[in-house]
C-alpha cells in the first residue's frame, strides 16, 4: 500500500519536468523546433552534461555513421561567423547565429561548405587556415545560411572517433538542445545500474561497515529497478546516496535528463540538466563521482546530495549537505522507503526503490581511521617530498572542497625504455583524486646533466609506458620542472635521446593513383616525447612540403606543394622530429599520379558529296532508310562524349 502511494505521489510530480519557459533564455521563444543537424543518420550518441573527465559535456553528439564526409545541416537560418581550429579539443568548428537569437557551434567537423572557405581565404588569418594550424577567425562577411543547408562536412578532427558535437549558448549560458526539438521522440528506456551509499564521517557505519557499500540494480517489472541484495540498508551517522544510471541509445549510454530522490513525500535532492553555465564547465565533479564515472557511461554515478560549493543551476536545492541522509532523525524500528526517480529523452522515465532503518548496533569496539586533510579550497598550501626535490604548491581554489595529499619516491620503479634517460626518481602523488578546480603545481629538481636540454616531465601510466606532459617548463636557474597539473599519479623527469620513425602509410599501397582525391600520407611514431605538429623536413620532387599530423593515429598528410598532385612521377622525402630535437631518417616515396583519359572529338560528317546522288545513290535509298543506326552505338558515343565532365571533380581543401 505504501508503495503504491509513492508511485502516486512520484506521478503528481511529473508535470514539474516537462519543457518550461525557464529551460529557455529570458524572452525566448521556440517558433519552430530546429532541423535535424546530420543529414541521413538519425542516432544521439551523447546527451548534454554528460560526464567528461575534468569537465561537463557542453553538448549533445550525434551520430554520423562513422564516416567522414557525411553533410552537416544548419538547424535554423542565421549567419555563419565563425570558425575553429584546435586540435586537441574539437577539431574544425564553426559558430551559426541563429535569427532567433541563439548561437550553435559544430565541432569535429572535416570540411567547411565552399561559400564559408570564400571567406575564410579572405581572412588576416586565411595563412593558417591553409597550413592546417591552429585558428580562431571572425569572418569578414558573415555568411547567410537557410535551415537544411549544408554548411560543412562531418570528420573525426580533434578528439574522438567521426561524429559531430552540436552546442547550443547564449550570454555564456548552455542549453540542451534536446528542449529545441533535437532529442528523442521515441527513445530506448533508462537503466539503473547500482547504488552506492557512502560514509560521509569516520564513525559513520552501512550494514556494520564503515565504508562505501555497492549494490546492483535488477530490473523487476516495467521500469521499476531494485537492489539485487538485501533490500533493507541499516545506516548508523550520516550517508550519502550515489546512483549509476544511463539511457540506452543503441549500442551507446547517454546521461539523463532529471534524477530525484524521495523519502516518504519530501524530495531530498535531485536535478535537471537544462541548462550550464559557460564557468562551471569544470564543476562536473560537484555532480559526478569522477573517482568512478567514465566519458562512455560505464558508468555515469550521479551524486544525490549537495557537495561543498555546490551552485550548479538545475539543483533542486545548493543548501549544505542537502540530501544527506541522516539515522539522527530517524526513528528506532521505522523504515524508510527511498524512492529513485530519472527522466530522460522521449519523456522516457524509471523508478528504484529501497529501504533504510537506523541500526542500533554498537560499534565502539572498532576502530576507524580518523579523516585527514591539508588541503582546503579557500586557502593556499605548500609541501615538499622528504628528499626536498618534489615540492607541491595549491593555490585558492585548487580543489573544490578539501583533501589529503602526500609525495612519496617510489625508488623500486626504473624506468627501462630504450633511449629514455632516468633524470630523477619517480614521485608519486597521492591518493587517487580527481575533484581539482585550478589544479597544483609540480615541481622536480633535477642535478646538472648533459640530457636536460632533452629532458623534459613524464607520468609513469599503469601499464609502465610513460607520456610526456604538455605545457611543462624548466628554470635553469633553479635547475627544476614546473608544470601545473590537475591529476595524481606517478611522475619522473626522463631525457629523451630516442629519434621517432617515419613510414609509408598503409593506405599507400600502390605507386599509381589516379588523380582524383588523391591523398599522400606517412605514417611517424615516437616512444618518447612525442611527435612535435610541426616538426617537419619535407620535399616534393625537391619543393619543401607542408603536413598536417593527426596524433590519435599517427598519420601524417602531405598538402603541400600543390604539385604533388599533377599528372606524372614524383618524389617525396620526408624527415620529422620530436619534442625533445631528434630528428628521424629520411623517408623516400616514389609514386605516379595517372593523366586524366582524354575526351575523343566527334567526328565531323563529310560534306563533300552531300548533294552528289548517284544512280547506285538512289537504289539503294530505300535500303538506307530501313535500317537505321544501332541504340547502343548512339548511347556509347554520348557516353565518351560526356564522361570527362562527370570526372572534372576536385577534393575541397578543409
Known amino acids: 500500500m505504501l508503495r503504491?502511494?509513492?508511485?502516486?505521489?512520484?506521478?503528481?510530480?511529473?508535470?514539474?519536468?516537462?519543457?518550461?519557459?525557464?529551460?529557455?533564455?529570458?524572452?525566448?521563444?521556440?517558433?519552430?523546433?530546429?532541423?535535424?543537424?546530420?543529414?541521413?543518420?538519425?542516432?544521439?550518441?551523447?546527451?548534454?552534461?554528460?560526464?567528461?573527465?575534468?569537465?561537463?559535456?557542453?553538448?549533445?553528439?550525434?551520430?554520423?555513421?562513422?564516416?567522414?564526409?557525411?553533410?552537416?545541416?544548419?538547424?535554423?537560418?542565421?549567419?555563419?561567423?565563425?570558425?575553429?581550429?584546435?586540435?586537441?579539443?574539437?577539431?574544425?568548428?564553426?559558430?551559426?547565429?541563429?535569427d532567433d537569437g541563439m548561437t550553435s557551434r559544430y565541432g569535429h567537423l572535416h570540411k567547411f561548405s565552399q561559400k564559408i572557405i570564400k571567406q575564410i581565404l579572405k581572412s588576416k588569418q586565411a595563412k593558417r587556415y591553409k597550413d592546417r594550424t591552429d585558428f580562431d577567425i571572425a569572418l569578414p562577411e558573415a555568411v547567410e545560411v537557410e535551415a537544411g543547408e549544408t554548411i560543412a562536412f562531418s570528420g573525426d578532427t580533434g578528439v574522438g572517433p567521426p561524429h559531430l558535437h552540436f552546442e547550443l549558448f547564449k550570454d555564456n549560458v548552455y542549453y540542451n538542445p534536446m528542449h529545441y526539438g533535437l532529442g528523442y521522440n521515441v527513445a530506448e528506456p533508462i537503466v539503473f545500474n547500482a547504488l552506492r551509499i557512502t560514509p560521509q564521517t569516520p564513525r559513520t557505519f552501512i550494514n556494520g561497515r564503515n565504508e562505501t557499500v555497492e549494490i546492483p540494480f535488477y530490473e523487476s517489472s516495467g521500469n521499476r529497478f531494485e537492489l539485487s541484495e538485501t533490500p533493507t540498508l541499516f545506516i548508523q551517522g550520516k550517508v550519502g546516496i550515489q546512483i549509476a544510471i544511463h539511457q540506452k541509445s543503441n549500442s551507446n549510454r547517454l546521461g539523463i535528463f532529471t534524477l530525484d530522490m524521495l523519502i516518504g513525500e519530501n524530495v531530498l535532492q535531485g536535478f535537471q540538466l537544462s541548462k550550464i553555465l559557460k564557468e562551471h564547465t569544470r564543476k562536473n565533479v560537484l555532480l559526478y563521482d569522477s573517482s568512478v564515472s567514465k566519458p562512455n557511461g560505464n558508468p555515469f554515478s550521479y551524486y544525490l546530495h549537495t557537495r561543498d560549493g555546490n551552485d550548479l543551476l538545475g539543483m533542486r536545492s545548493n543548501g549544505r549537505e542537502q540530501g544527506l541522509l541522516d539515522s539522527e532523525q530517524m526513528r528506532m524500528g521505522e523504515p524508510k522507503e527511498i524512492t529513485i526517480r530519472a527522466t530522460g529523452m522521449g519523456g522516457q522515465m524509471s523508478f528504484a526503490s529501497f529501504y533504510i532503518l537506523k541500526d542500533q548496533g554498537d560499534y565502539s569496539h572498532i576502530v576507524t581511521k580518523e579523516w585527514k586533510y591539508n588541503v582546503y579550497y579557500d586557502r593556499y598550501t605548500t609541501f615538499k617530498s622528504k628528499d626536498t626535490k618534489v615540492e607541491l604548491f595549491f593555490p585558492v581554489n585548487a580543489v573544490y572542497s578539501k583533501a589529503f595529499f602526500e609525495i612519496e619516491a617510489q625508488e623500486q620503479i626504473q624506468i627501462n625504455t630504450q633511449g629514455l634517460n632516468q633524470l630523477s626518481s619517480v614521485y608519486k602523488i597521492g591518493p587517487d583524486f580527481k575533484d581539482f578546480n585550478l589544479g597544483y603545481d609540480l615541481y622536480v629538481k633535477v642535478p646538472k646533466s648533459k640530457d636536460i636540454n632533452s629532458a623534459d616531465l613524464y607520468e609513469v601510466l599503469a601499464d609502465g609506458k610513460v607520456k610526456k606532459i604538455n605545457g611543462s617548463s624548466f628554470s635553469s636557474w633553479g635547475q627544476f620542472f614546473k608544470v601545473r597539473l590537475r591529476k595524481t599519479g606517478l611522475f619522473v623527469v626522463l631525457s629523451d635521446q630516442t629519434p621517432p620513425n617515419i613510414y609509408l602509410h598503409e593506405f599507400m599501397n600502390k605507386t599509381v593513383y589516379p588523380r582524383e582525391d588523391f591523398a599522400l600520407y606517412l605514417k611517424a611514431v615516437d616512444v618518447g616525447s612525442g611527435i612535435m605538429p610541426d616538426g617537419f623536413d619535407i620535399t616534393v620532387d625537391g619543393i619543401p612540403g607542408k603536413a598536417e599530423f593527426f596524433p590519435k593515429d599517427g598519420r601524417l598528410e602531405i598538402f603541400e606543394p600543390e604539385i604533388l598532385y599533377e599528372p606524372g612521377k614524383h618524389t617525396v622525402l620526408a624527415s620529422v622530429r620530436d619534442f625533445a630535437g631528434n630528428w628521424s631518417s629520411t623517408v623516400r616515396y616514389d609514386y605516379e599520379i595517372q593523366s586524366p583519359p582524354v575526351p575523343e572529338e566527334k567526328k565531323k560528317p563529310a560534306t563533300d558529296n552531300l548533294n552528289i546522288e548517284t544512280v547506285k545513290d538512289k537504289k539503294n535509298t530505300k535500303e538506307t532508310k530501313s535500317k537505321p543506326s544501332s541504340p547502343k552505338v548512339q548511347k556509347a558515343t554520348k557516353s565518351i562524349t560526356t564522361a570527362p565532365k562527370a570526372k572534372d571533380k576536385k577534393s575541397t581543401s578543409r
Open 4 to 98: 503504491s502511494f509513492v508511485l502516486v505521489l512520484i506521478l503528481s510530480f511529473y508535470p514539474l519536468f516537462a519543457i518550461s519557459v525557464s529551460d529557455f533564455p529570458p524572452g525566448f521563444v521556440l517558433k519552430n523546433p530546429y532541423l535535424w543537424p546530420v543529414k541521413g543518420y538519425d542516432s544521439i550518441t551523447g546527451s548534454f552534461g554528460e560526464f567528461r573527465t575534468g569537465h561537463f559535456h557542453m553538448g549533445q553528439d550525434f551520430s554520423t555513421g562513422g564516416k567522414i564526409g557525411i553533410p552537416i545541416l544548419a538547424v535554423a537560418n542565421g549567419k555563419v561567423t565563425r570558425v575553429q581550429r584546435r586540435w586537441t579539443s574539437i577539431g574544425y568548428a564553426l559558430f551559426l547565429q541563429h
